[in-house]
C-alpha cells in the first residue's frame, strides 16, 4: 500500500492511513486474488446458476450471489471437507480397497500451550452517514503466531461450561464474539444480539470488517448494526 504524500509521512518511510483506508485496500487485494481464479461453470460438476441467477454448490447445499464468493468458498473447509467424503464414496462404490470412513473428528486438531488471555478493548461507534451504532474491539496479541480468527455464536452454541458464566435468563439477548488467536486462550466478549448487516461468506463490507497488523499485533472487528 502507497502511503507516500500522507500527513506526517517522510519520503520512504511510509505514513498515517485512517482505518477506512487501510479497509479498502485489504477488500481491493482480496478481490485482486480472487479475479486471478478463473470460474469456469461448465467444467465444475458442482456449481449451476438457478433462475434467480445466483450460484449454488450442490455438493454443499449452499448458494453464493456472485463468483468471488463462490471462488472463496471452493478453497474453504466445508468444501474440501465434502470433496473428500465424496472421494471416499467413490472409492467405495468403484470396490477399491482402503479406509473409506472419514469424518470431522478425524481431522487431528491444533493444540498449543496457552500462555493466558490476550488483551482487548471494545469501543462503542456510531456511523456519522447513517446515525447506526456498532461496535470496534481490538485485541492486542503480542506473541500471536498466526492471524487471530473470530467468530459470532450464540447462547446455544457455547459450551455447558461457558453457559453458566452468561446470562441465563435472557439467552438471546446477547450474541458473543469469539476470538482465538495461538498461543493464547479463547476469548468471549457479549454484544447486543441486534441484527447485523453481514456479507455473504468471508466477505467484508463498511459496516463489518476485520483487519490483521502484523507490525503491531493487533487484531481488529468491526461489527455495525442495521
Not at 464414496?89 to 469424518?103: C, I, K, M, N, Y
Not at 469469539?178 to 441484527?195: F, G
Request: proline share 5%; net charge positive.
Amino acid at each position: 500500500m502507497d502511503y507516500s504524500g500522507r500527513v506526517n509521512a517522510k519520503k520512504g518511510g511510509g505514513g498515517v492511513a485512517d482505518t477506512a483506508e487501510t479497509n479498502a485496500h485489504t477488500k481491493r487485494r482480496l478481490q485482486e486474488l480472487l479475479t486471478t481464479h478463473v470460474l469456469d461453470i461448465e467444467s465444475d460438476p458442482y456449481v449451476f446458476r438457478n433462475h434467480l441467477g445466483i450460484l449454488e454448490c450442490r455438493l454443499c447445499s449452499t448458494t453464493h450471489v456472485n463468483e468471488a464468493s463462490y471462488i472463496s468458498h471452493l478453497s474453504g473447509r466445508k468444501h474440501q471437507l465434502n470433496l473428500e467424503k465424496r472421494r471416499r464414496l467413490d472409492q467405495r462404490a468403484s470396490g477399491e480397497t482402503g479406509p473409506v470412513s472419514f469424518s470431522i473428528n478425524s481431522i487431528p486438531k491444533r493444540t498449543w500451550t496457552k500462555i493466558g488471555k490476550p488483551a482487548f478493548k471494545m469501543t462503542k461507534i456510531c456511523d456519522p452517514n447513517t446515525s447506526r451504532m456498532g461496535i470496534l474491539v481490538t485485541v492486542k496479541c503480542p506473541k500471536a503466531v498466526d492471524e487471530p480468527m473470530f467468530r459470532l455464536m450464540s447462547y446455544y452454541e457455547l459450551t455447558a461450561y461457558n453457559q453458566k458464566a452468561v446470562d441465563t435468563k435472557n439467552p438471546e439477548k446477547y450474541l458473543y464474539l469469539v476470538v482465538s488467536a495461538e498461543p493464547y486462550e479463547n476469548i468471549a466478549m457479549a454484544i447486543p444480539n441486534r441484527p447485523i448487516i453481514k456479507p455473504d461468506m468471508d466477505q467484508m463490507s463498511d459496516d463489518y470488517w476485520w483487519y490483521w497488523d502484523h507490525d503491531t499485533k493487533e487484531f481488529v472487528v468491526q461489527i455495525v448494526y442495521k
